[in-house]
């Protein structure tokens, strides 16, 4: 009952519904955007919402989250250019149908397939994270840091042209982490007698700095794409074409919530795998894939924003963002004072419910706002960038200030953005850098308990062999490490040619 | 993999060495004066061998690699980087963003620097209005620096 009654706040105070919905619709059109990730978006409204009543901020932060993930389909869709990285898959079905004039009718069944991804994510997460949080209890320092371990390899080697480069970002982003007072013997590092330091470098002025300014920057190299215009009729999808795909709707969500659920793995990933799952498993589509396929649509929209809801289910059981955007998420929830680990279910389980009636009510909105304005969505996508960027800019640098009211993280957040840029111009991850400063305390406090409670190294490695969820999360790394391997990619790609050839 | 490496591509890897040996010379001198394995100097230790071993693999791996600038003088090679890496515009913007934050930071006031810093940043000028908006924008923003 206690639950239910945590469920039902934001029907006592409308306002938060009024946030939700907001943040859904400003969530379509920066995600529409090209150039303004979830991640930007989020790290951005962090900094603004930072005072703000808890409930407030949650509110519209989850809003916000739902609205960018669906809100990259669309630009994928009309444009052919993903405004998110989740939303790759679908430009790759989903312009060829815009191209046939298709586009409303695309934009229709892929907001009714984010829909549906949506809801089954959020009821993965309302029954999953509790029994996940239940499990948590039992993890031991140790466990803690192979997870993080876990979540830092796979940011830095899923989505990278390499996986040495994401590591060193990764490695670069735990080392920043490292800098002011050691947490457990307050013993000051890498601070140069230099007092601003002690306190350790501010991760939400990292964050604005290395995906919001970096951004700008990268995209001002092709500030003169030409801005493409675009026609839209009739988006509503019949009741029938809903229930023709519904089963792939359901089938991709699965799939989205589980690799949401992996530390480290988020919705650009899950809509590529189901997108490649939905080519081999569907037989007959009516259009070939890539050439305008609906499946081609359904299952990556469906997957991706059922990710989002995977991707809490580690975040607040166990601490370990899913992804880069559940990483600020992280950040911005222990900001209004929840503490995102095994306790959450015990200390705040209002704020954990209330963030679980939050998604259900923004994926109502998003269907609402999905189905409609999109003529006005058109001229959004059409702002030219030279007012665009020093909009970003603006907002980055009122956030990074708006922190700890110091004008010397501006100049942090300025060297942060540079940093970022120069690492993406030569192919180096930035995400990993990001969730390496976030997870370098955790990092660091569990080696060190873990060290403590085992007395020598020697020992804490043995107790990896020895202790069944150690044992399990090292299998899962070792298989992870494997896997992107170029030797095993060499033998899966000479194993799938041997596949086709005998096939045809 | 891709068989050719940027311009500057090689060298940005040096520099990531060069950060890589800074932090293990740094952790090092951490360590000594904490010897032991959960001390706060270990965990930057391993990160500086982590960083180090990291960026020399990098390297191994570029040296395999043609570079778009190789066979030219070193000092030929470092202006093409830079221009690779800091084009025009995107010099501008960093130029631009930098003095809105010194004039922030000398106490012009928010509403001043940012009405001056959209009024020349939402167009991003023409290689030949470079310098002069350049000049215009600092000018703007020492006049209100020196007013206030």
């Not at chain 1, 999808?237 to 992996?262: C, E, N």
């Not at chain 2, 010099?91 to 934050?101: A, P, R």
Request: charged share 15%; proline share 5%; glycine share 10%.
């Amino acid at each position: 009952m206690g639950n239910l009654e945590f469920m039902l706040l934001p029907f006592q105070q409308p306002i938060l519904i009024l946030l939700i919905a907001l943040g859904v619709f400003l969530g379509i059109y920066i995600g529409a955007i090209p150039g303004l990730s979830a991640t930007m978006a989020i790290s951005l409204l962090v900094s603004f919402t930072f005072s703000w009543e808890t409930n407030s901020a949650l509110a519209i932060m989850m809003g916000i989250h739902c609205g960018v993930v669906y809100g990259g389909s669309r630009s994928a869709i009309l444009l052919n250019i993903p405004g998110a990285p989740a939303a790759v898959a679908t430009g790759l079905d989903g312009y060829p149908l815009a191209k046939k004039g298709l586009a409303g009718e695309a934009i229709g069944i892929s907001t009714v397939s984010s829909v549906i991804g949506g809801y089954i994510g959020v009821i993965a997460l309302a029954f999953g994270a509790p029994l996940i949080s239940g499990l948590a209890l039992k993890f031991s320092p140790r466990d803690y840091l192979l997870l993080a371990f876990m979540g830092l390899m796979l940011v830095g080697s899923l989505g990278t042209k390499s996986m040495v480069k994401g590591f060193l970002s990764a490695a670069i982003g735990v080392t920043l982490g490292m800098v002011g007072m050691d947490p457990l013997s307050g013993t000051p590092r890498f601070t140069y007698g230099n007092v601003y330091l002690m306190a350790g470098i501010d991760y939400i002025t990292a964050m604005i700095g290395l995906f919001g300014v970096s951004e700008v920057l990268q995209q001002v190299l092709d500030r003169d794409a030409p801005v493409v215009k675009q026609k839209i009729d009739r988006i509503v999808p019949s009741f029938k074409t809903v229930v023709k795909y519904l089963p792939l709707s359901i089938r991709s969500s699965i799939v989205g919530v589980l690799v949401g659920a992996l530390p480290g793995a988020g919705g650009d990933l899950s809509a590529l795998i189901t997108y490649d799952q939905a080519k081999r498993t569907v037989k007959n589509p009516e259009v070939p894939f890539g050439e305008g396929a609906i499946e081609g649509l359904v299952a990556p929209e469906s997957a991706n924003n059922a990710t989002i809801g995977g991707a809490f289910i580690p975040m607040l059981t166990l601490g370990i963002p899913g992804d880069a955007v559940t990483a600020v998420m992280l950040g911005a929830l222990t900001i209004h004072g929840l503490k995102p680990g095994p306790m959450l279910m015990t200390d705040t389980p209002h704020l954990f419910y209330f963030i679980v009636m939050s998604f259900i009510i923004a994926n109502l909105f998003l269907l609402i706002f999905g189905l409609t304005g999109v003529k006005i969505f058109t001229k959004i996508v059409e702002i030219p960038k030279g007012i665009l960027f020093p909009s970003i800019i603006i907002l980055s640098v009122v956030g990074s200030y708006a922190i700890n009211n110091s004008l010397y993280d501006i100049f942090w957040m300025l060297g942060f953005g540079v940093l970022g840029y120069v690492l993406k111009r030569y192919d180096y991850p930035v995400a990993p850098a990001v969730l390496g400063i976030i997870l370098a305390n955790l990092i660091e406090t569990n080696y060190r308990r873990a060290i403590i409670l085992d007395r020598t190294v020697p020992k804490m490695l043995l107790g990896f062999f020895t202790n069944p969820i150690s044992h399990f999360l090292l299998a899962i790394i070792v298989m992870m490490f494997v896997t992107q391997s170029t030797k095993y990619k060499a033998f899966r790609d000479a194993r799938a040619a041997k596949r086709s050839e005998k096939s045809s | 993999m891709e068989n050719k490496t940027k311009p500057g591509e090689k060298g940005f890897a040096f520099v990531l060495l060069g950060f890589g040996i800074f932090v293990l010379v740094s952790a090092v001198d951490m360590y000594r004066q904490s010897p032991s394995v959960s001390s706060y100097g270990a965990m930057p230790l391993f990160l500086g061998i982590l960083l180090t071993v990291f960026s020399l693999i990098i390297i191994v791996q570029n040296f395999r690699k043609e570079s778009a600038i190789s066979g030219k003088r070193f000092s030929e090679q470092a202006s093409v980087a830079l221009r690779h890496l800091f084009s025009k515009d995107v010099t501008v913007m960093i130029l631009l963003l930098l003095l809105y934050s010194i004039a922030l930071f000398l106490g012009a006031g928010f509403t001043v620097a940012t009405s001056i810093y959209l009024l020349v940043g939402n167009e991003l000028p023409d290689e030949e209005e470079l310098s002069e908006k350049c000049s215009l924008y600092s000018a703007g923003y020492g006049v209100c620096a020196f007013g206030i």
